[in-house]
């Protein structure tokens, strides 16, 4: 990674602290795999099929976890540029405008400015991924029957944040010199939820004309 990559990842532009995995447990051990297979070049779509003999709610937490930290981080290194000012609705171009529900403050779908959309995204993703009901930490103890439910909402909302960066702030993500990690990065979700059907399609129609000049 280049020096300049390397500023515009720094530890002080994430958003919010990550959620690690504790070592000597199975998801440390599933999340350490998957680094691996990534660090290695290895083709992405090889990258994110279930490897055999894995529990797919594993391997689908490993994946939710690191996809939150590091969307999370590629928002953070736009989110000045992200204002109510200049993104007055949470949107991905002219077609397409997101609400936000949370069936707590809000509980019908409401326009948001951009950056408190994402703030509250955010932050609802962060409480369900610590919550040890959910995403349980401690082995042997199962996830909910609900689980990929779940993950399915989370990664649909993560997936809106790629839309508003991709096609309202893509400028600023190649001045930083981040394009190809963005990309990358963009890529491996893609694959991920389209290999384990994880979204709907009519969600990923956004960015359809792009994701087919990417990972066709």
């Not at 300049?4 to 530890?11: I, W």
């Not at 508003?164 to 893509?170: A, P, R």
């Amino acid at each position: 990674m280049s020096i300049a990559l390397k500023q515009v990842f720094n530890k002080d532009k994430t958003f919010r602290p990550k959620r690690k995995f504790e070592p000597g447990t199975q998801r440390f051990e599933l999340h350490k795999r998957a680094q691996a297979s990534l660090n290695s070049g290895v083709d992405l779509k090889a990258a994110v099929q279930l490897p055999n003999g894995e529990d797919l709610n594993d391997w689908v937490a490993v994946h939710v976890v690191d996809f939150f930290n590091r969307i999370n981080l590629i928002y953070g290194t736009i989110c000045e540029f992200c204002t109510e000012r200049t993104c007055p609705v949470m949107s991905g171009g002219p077609k397409y405008e997101y609400r936000w529900q949370d069936d707590l403050k809000y509980k019908k779908p409401t326009a948001l400015p951009a950056p408190q959309y994402m703030n509250l995204l955010m932050d609802w993703i962060e409480v369900q991924i610590n919550n040890e009901d959910i995403f349980p930490t401690s082995v042997g103890v199962p996830f909910p029957k609900n689980f990929l439910q779940i993950c399915k909402k989370i990664l649909c909302r993560l997936f809106r944040v790629f839309v508003h960066v991709y096609i309202h702030h893509f400028d600023r993500i190649i001045i930083m010199g981040a394009e190809a990690h963005v990309n990358t990065c963009y890529k491996h979700f893609y694959y991920f939820v389209t290999e384990l059907n994880l979204i709907d399609r009519k969600e990923l129609e956004p960015l359809k004309e792009m994701t087919a000049r990417m990972c066709h």
